[in-house]
Every structure is written in C-alpha cells, then in structure tokens.
C-alpha cells in the first residue's frame, strides 16, 4: 500500500492565527497530517511517497473557473484592501444564508460568496496546500488505476466540505471528488463512502445528479450537527442521478452496533451499483474521543469497518478528510488500514 503525502500542506498554517489582535484557534492543524504521517512511517504498511503534479486540468473539472481564480488569489487581494495577514469570517452574520444568483465583481462582496461557512481561513499559503492536497488524492487514484489494490491520499486540507464554488468546513478544493472524475475517464461507475463524523455536503452537491457515482454517507444527523442543512436521508440524488445518493443520519452517541449496521446497509448499496472503483473519505472525528466529533464508535469498530470495506474486493482509494484528536489520530490510522489491508485480496475483483 502507498501512501501519499506532501509537505506543502505545512504551508497552510492554521496553528498561528491572529485576527483582530486575538488568537484564533483552529482545531484543523498541520500537526494531524504530521502524526499520521510518522504512524504510517513506522508500520510495514508501505512506502511513503510524494504526489505527482496532474496540473489544474483535472481540478477545473469539478471546480468552477471563477471559484479557482478566487481561492488563487483572495489572500493578497484581502491583504492588499486591509493589510490583514488572514482571511478570515468570524461571525456567521457575515456569511450570506442564501446564495446570490451573480457572482459579484467587488472583492468584500466575493468574500462572502465563495463561502457558506463563517470560520475558514484563507492563509498566505492556503492555495498552494489545497493545490497539492488535490495532487495527493489524484496520484492515489493513478496508482489503483494502474493495479494497486489500495491507495490512500494523506491529504490536508481535507475536501469533502467544499462544493463546486464554495468552500467550508476546513476544505477548500474536494480532493475526493477530484480523484473520481479523474478515475471516470477510463470507469463506467464509481462508489464513494464517506465515513467522516460530519456529512460530506460538498461531495454529495457535486455527484447529485450524475447516475455513474453512488454517494452514501454515515454521519452525525444534520438536526444535530454540522453542516446542519445537508445529510439527511430523504436525498436521493435528482434528474439522471436519482437513487445514486444515500445518507444514514447517526445519532449523537451512537455506538458500534449501531454504526456498523449502517454500514453494512451501505456496503450492500455499494454491491448492487457494482462500482470499478471504490473511494472512501476517511474521518477519523468518528471515533469516540474526537474533541469534534461526539460518536461513542470505538477503535476496535474502525477495525471491523476496515475487515467489512475489504470483502468489496475492489481496487480502493481512501481520502483523508477529518479527524482531531492528536493522541489518537496515528493509532486509529494504523488500525483501519492494517484490518483493510490484511482482508484484501492481493489482486483486487477485475474490473466488469
């Protein structure tokens, strides 16, 4: 199994805000890639290698051009108009709560139009993080094309928040959704299993009416938790995409019984699209202990949904996405993918 890192996620520095003379504390930090990074390292898992360049062509192919052209260039456009050394909404009050119709021409304006979340920042070094996130998930997706059984992007920031031209909940570019347009040009159909702790609205938004990526979900109920307005169960997909979208909305506390249930029904969904590829965003803010997450899903259930995702028998690349417990973080890692590499088969199911 290869693993996929870039240093450059380093250069979005969310461990050192200040805004208005305060520090901001961001609970998404390099510090996450850096413990799973080194767990990684000293397991026989595998090779740790850096991401191929694949260039804008296939992030342009998920992301609108004016959304890509903003991200590139907010952080000195913001510097420039107020000399703040970040972009950063802190109130909710400034975050539009229904998307305008015109994409604005003024700068103060885009700032709150790019965005549906109020507490994401835009750092001197953010695009170019995104950016390299992006390749991480896309070089993952080459080598399963190419044979291997799994592949798994370690990438920061995380993506499945971001839609086609906004971003929120620490994502910026949806590195998931990248890698399975990208594998779509050589596969009729792709599965993605989302297993982050919150609702991949972004993922969802972006495949919610294309018929050849099923979409299923388990995540903390949106009543509950954040994103709040998206994951429900009634969403189904539309037009051509209809019954290729499936949630299962958790309860707070939900236990290991109770998720694996859900995740077997997903499992069997997944069977009946009979998919070429299977993509998995990976949230370790699932596990109990999460400072984020609120799950009483344990580890030794991590395990378990690595052994179940195995018995697909299909060729498998995992995304990293969220997960903020420092202590934790490289255990869990190290566990998930000893039980799924372990149950794999070396040559994974061929492709229909």
Not at 137 to 163: F, S
Request: charged fraction near 15%; glycine fraction near 8%.
């Amino acid at each position: 199994m290869y693993t996929v890192y870039s240093k450059h996620h380093k250069l979005h520095a969310t461990d050192n805000i200040f805004a208005d003379g305060q520090r901001f504390e961001c609970k998404e930090v390099p510090a996450r890639a850096e413990v799973i990074a080194s767990a990684i390292r000293k397991t026989p898992l595998g090779p740790c290698i850096t991401p191929n360049d694949y260039g804008l062509t296939p992030i342009r192919a998920v992301h609108a051009p004016d959304y890509l052209a903003y991200l590139q260039t907010a952080y000195h456009l913001n510097y420039e108009q107020t000399g703040e050394s970040v972009l950063l909404l802190l109130t909710r009050s400034e975050v539009t709560p229904q998307r305008a119709t015109q994409q604005p021409a003024v700068f103060e304006a885009q700032r709150e139009y790019y965005t549906y979340d109020y507490e994401d920042p835009i750092l001197a070094g953010t695009w170019e993080a995104a950016y390299w996130s992006a390749q991480c998930a896309l070089t993952a997706a080459d080598l399963v094309q190419g044979g291997e059984a799994i592949a798994y992007a370690l990438c920061r920031p995380p993506g499945h928040h971001a839609t086609m031209d906004q971003y929120g909940g620490f994502c910026y570019l949806n590195n998931i959704a990248i890698a399975a347009r990208y594998l779509q040009q050589g596969a009729e159909r792709i599965a993605i299993l989302d297993l982050d702790y919150h609702h991949g609205n972004g993922t969802q938004a972006i495949f919610y009416e294309d018929p050849a990526v099923l979409f299923c979900s388990l995540h903390a109920d949106p009543h509950l938790d954040y994103p709040f307005y998206w994951g429900y169960a009634s969403e189904r997909g539309t037009g051509a995409g209809m019954y290729t979208n499936y949630n299962w909305p958790l309860p707070l506390k939900c236990d290991d019984a109770h998720y694996l249930q859900a995740l077997d029904e997903a499992l069997n969904v997944i069977v009946n699209f009979n998919p070429h590829y299977l993509l998995i965003s990976l949230g370790l803010d699932a596990v109990m202990g999460d400072p984020i997450g609120k799950f009483n899903f344990t580890s030794a259930g991590l395990s378990t949904v690595g052994e179940r995702i195995a018995t697909l028998r299909l060729p498998t690349v995992v995304v990293q996405e969220g997960g903020y417990n420092l202590e934790t973080l490289g255990v869990n890692i190290v566990t998930f993918f000893r039980a799924l590499e372990q149950n794999i088969p070396r040559s994974p199911r061929p492709i229909a």
